[in-house]
């Protein structure tokens, strides 16, 4: 700076510096526990509908090229605009990994998320078929398709070891790519199956609402994605009252938005029906309530879970006060139906306020037992 000039700060400049200060703030904090790549771009960047600064995959795999989704096959969800404008293909090599080395290392449970487009960036209409390794254990197989068509899947793995790699495997059917992937920290309290790992088959928030209007972070302190489903002859009840999130009761942080919000059925003595095949074997299945009607004293609202003809104990709830119900090992197979009704004692009908249904995904547990497969 030139000898007498002054830099001067506007009023707006020190709102703007302040802002960005408390974006930074929250955003490293997020970091400490995250891990989010952006597959396929040259330059990290911060998400700014999302708060969640990405990172360029350039420091977690060595082979592979950048590509862009071709015009006219952009995705229109809000929320993943960005990081699916592009990918990294793998033309070479049967089997490519990610190397990840989460900040607090082995004996915690991750959610590892892994997102993927085609979009036709070659030009030549092949969508490919491949195969997703977390670590050397199988997670799934990836079918793509045609068009402004994303495929994301989700899995919980207690780690031993300090690093992991994720792992897209060649089986002759067109090349590997992969758009986005991300590692999220959860609190060793949740989600626990005798240390499996957990593959999401289904999050909903029970409210009615567009496919693609979800909820994740920063209302979800652990980046969880929830879908809308709505149960029929029901209705919705919500609140403006602030749920007590950090009740020592919902260590699985399910976030305000979705807890706000419950369904219950026209009628008091009717049922809150679910069913679906969901053609796999161990499948578990989590359920989340709160009370959010400030109910009087003479009002009790109790209900009881039948889960695949197994009737679950009873349950009050709380005015403001979150509940979750996990399987507890209990786990079922093929379809999940499930029924929630008032008991004899409750002066109120059920509700539900969200539910997951995951399945285990048969991971190996112990690094002792870890043999290459491909």
Avoid at 37 to 51: F, H, P, Q, W
Avoid at 114 to 122: I, L, S, V
Avoid at 153 to 158: D, G, R, S, T, V
Avoid at 330 to 347: C, H, K, P, Y
Wanted: glycine share 6%; with cysteine.
């Amino acid at each position: 700076m030139g000898a007498g000039k002054t830099l001067v700060f506007q009023p707006w400049a020190w709102t703007v510096f302040t802002l960005a200060v408390l974006m930074a703030g929250l955003c490293a904090a997020h970091d400490k526990r995250s891990i989010s790549i952006d597959c396929g771009v040259n330059e990290d960047y911060l998400d700014e509908l999302s708060g969640i600064y990405y990172k360029s995959d350039s420091d977690f795999v060595t082979a592979g090229e950048n590509k862009q989704v071709s015009p006219g096959n952009e995705l229109t969800n809000p929320q993943l605009r960005q990081m699916v404008k592009t990918l990294r293909s793998f033309p070479e090599g049967k089997k490519n990994c990610y190397t990840l080395k989460p900040e607090q290392g082995k004996g915690h449970h991750y959610m590892f998320r892994a997102f993927f487009t085609y979009g036709n960036y070659d030009g030549q209409q092949l969508p490919p078929t491949f195969d997703l390794y977390l670590g050397v254990n199988y997670w799934t197989t990836v079918e793509l398709e045609n068009g402004n068509w994303y495929w994301h899947n989700e899995i919980i793995q207690f780690l031993w070891t300090d690093t992991i790699d994720v792992c897209l495997v060649n089986v002759g059917s067109g090349i590997p790519v992969i758009s986005g992937l991300e590692l999220r920290l959860l609190d060793n309290s949740i989600y626990q199956i005798e240390s499996r790992a957990l593959q999401l088959k289904w999050r909903y928030d029970v409210m009615p609402g567009d496919y693609y209007s979800t909820t994740r972070y920063k209302d979800d302190v652990y980046d969880r994605v929830w879908y809308h489903h709505t149960f029929s002859k029901a209705r919705l009840i919500q609140t403006k009252a602030n749920v007590n999130v950090q009740a020592s009761n919902n260590n699985y942080g399910i976030p305000t938005k979705v807890l706000g919000t419950a369904t219950q059925p026209l009628n008091q003595w009717d049922s809150l029906n679910y069913s679906e095949d969901y053609s796999a074997s161990d499948l578990y299945v989590y359920f989340h309530f709160v009370e959010i009607v400030n109910t009087t004293e003479n009002q009790r609202r109790e209900i009881s879970i039948t889960l695949n003809n197994v009737k679950l104990a009873p349950i009050t709830l709380e005015y403001l006060k979150p509940l979750s119900i996990g399987p507890q090992n209990f786990s079922v197979d093929g379809f999940v139906n499930f029924s929630i009704d008032a008991t004899t004692e409750s002066s109120l009908p059920p509700l539900i306020n969200a539910f997951e249904v995951y399945m285990d995904a048969d991971f190996q547990t112990s690094p002792t037992y870890l043999v290459d497969v491909v």
